[in-house]
C-alpha cells in the first residue's frame, strides 16, 4: 500500500526566512510524484510533477527535489501570499489515483 | 480557459437522504476523478473515470456510493441514505490522459449531513 508522510504538520515562518517543506514515500513503482498547494476553501493548485531521483524544477520562489524516499519543497524567501496548504501526492505504475499526504500548513507573517 | 466546475458548492442534507453531487470537467480532458476531503483527513479516492473503459470504483467507501459519467463529459456523484460520515468535501479532479497528467481539480462541494 502506497504511503505519504508530510511533515511538519504547520510550519509558521516570517516573511523572508526559507525553509523546506518534506515529503516522505513509499510507493509499489513511481510514476509521478506531485506538489499542490490548497487555499481554504479551494480546491488544490497542482504546482509540480517529478517522475525520477535527482529531478528538481522550480516555479518562483519554490523549488521541489526528488529523492528515492522523499521530496522536499524549498520556499526561498517567502511572502505572505505563499500562506497555504500545501499537499504532497504519489501515483504509482498499477493505479490511476493519487495517494495524498496529510497537507503542511503553512503561514507566512509578514 | 475554464477550469473544472462542480455544483453546488455547498449542500445540506439530512440524515438518510440523497443527494447529488456534479462535476463539470475541463473541455477535452478524457480521465476525471472524484476524491473526498475529511476534517483532519487528507483526500481520499473515490473512483476514476477513463474514456469509455469501465471506472475504477476501488475506494467507494460503501454500496451508497456510485457515481457516474455521461457522454465522456459531465460526471455525477450520488450519496444515497447518507450519513453523518459523509461530511466531507468532495472534490472532482480531471486531466488530459489517464496515466501520468497532471490532475486539475474543482473547487469541491463541502457536503453536511444533520
Known amino acids: 500500500e502506497d504511503q505519504v508522510t508530510q511533515s511538519p504538520e504547520a510550519l509558521r515562518l516570517q516573511e523572508g526566512e526559507s525553509s523546506s517543506l518534506n515529503c516522505s514515500y513509499t510507493?509499489?513503482?513511481?510514476?509521478?510524484l506531485f506538489w499542490y498547494r490548497q487555499d481554504p476553501g479551494k480546491g488544490p493548485e497542482f504546482l509540480f510533477t517529478?517522475?525520477?531521483a535527482g529531478e528538481e524544477k522550480e516555479k518562483e520562489r519554490l523549488k521541489a527535489t526528488l529523492t528515492k524516499k522523499e521530496s522536499f519543497l524549498h520556499i526561498t524567501a517567502p511572502k505572505p501570499e505563499d500562506s497555504a496548504t500545501y499537499l504532497c501526492?504519489?501515483?504509482?505504475?498499477?493505479?490511476?489515483?493519487?495517494?495524498f499526504g496529510g497537507g503542511t500548513r503553512l503561514m507566512v507573517k509578514p | 480557459g475554464a477550469g473544472v466546475s462542480q455544483s453546488p458548492s455547498n449542500k445540506v442534507t439530512e440524515k438518510g437522504k440523497d443527494v447529488e453531487l456534479r462535476c463539470d470537467p475541463i473541455?477535452?480532458?478524457?480521465?476525471l476523478y472524484w476524491y473526498r476531503q475529511s476534517l483532519g483527513q487528507g483526500l481520499e479516492f473515490l473512483i476514476y473515470?477513463?474514456?469509455?473503459?469501465?471506472?475504477?470504483k476501488s475506494g467507494l467507501p460503501s454500496d451508497r456510493f456510485s457515481a457516474e459519467r455521461t457522454g465522456g463529459s459531465v460526471s455525477t456523484l450520488t450519496i444515497q441514505r447518507t450519513q453523518q460520515e459523509d461530511s466531507a468535501v468532495y472534490l472532482c479532479?480531471?486531466?488530459?490522459?489517464?496515466?501520468?497528467?497532471?490532475?486539475?481539480f474543482g473547487p469541491g462541494t463541502r457536503l453536511t449531513v444533520l
Open positions: 473515470f477513463q474514456g469509455n473503459s469501465a471506472p475504477d
Open positions: 479532479a480531471s486531466s488530459p490522459m489517464g496515466q501520468g497528467n497532471e490532475q486539475f
Open positions: 501526492a504519489v501515483r504509482n505504475n498499477a493505479g490511476n489515483m493519487l495517494t
Open positions: 517529478l517522475y525520477s
Open positions: 510507493v509499489s513503482g513511481l510514476r509521478g
Open positions: 473541455s477535452g480532458h478524457t480521465a
